[in-house]
């Protein structure tokens, strides 16, 4: 069994990138749609996950290693923060409306 990794936050390379910080609510209307345009291309979606997965390694390490957390929608936060600057509060919102049919 795999016991969880912990990694101070601040080596985390989410937190080093900002993927927590808000922005601007005029903003957030355009990158809720380009959000769910980029979660909706599972091509382009997963291809995002995997770099991002092997991109951020101690953001991956502590993380992925907790059995506690929702960790495909964690990588998807991430990647779409990775490619996109899209903060995880705005990928959690859109993450709910979904089409059925594209959800990993």
Request: aromatic share 18%; with cysteine; net charge positive.
């Amino acid at each position: 069994m795999l016991k969880q990794i912990f990694i101070p936050y601040w080596k985390w390379e989410c937190y080093k990138n900002n993927m927590y910080n808000k922005i601007c609510i005029n903003d957030e209307i355009i990158k809720e749609k380009i959000c769910s345009d980029f979660m909706n291309n599972t091509k382009e979606f997963s291809f995002y996950m995997e770099k991002v997965i092997f991109s951020w390694k101690n953001t991956m390490k502590h993380h992925l290693s907790n059995k506690n957390i929702n960790r495909k929608a964690f990588v998807g936060q991430c990647a779409c923060y990775y490619h996109l600057q899209i903060p995880e509060y705005i990928t959690r919102k859109i993450w709910k409306k979904l089409n059925k049919k594209n959800v990993f």
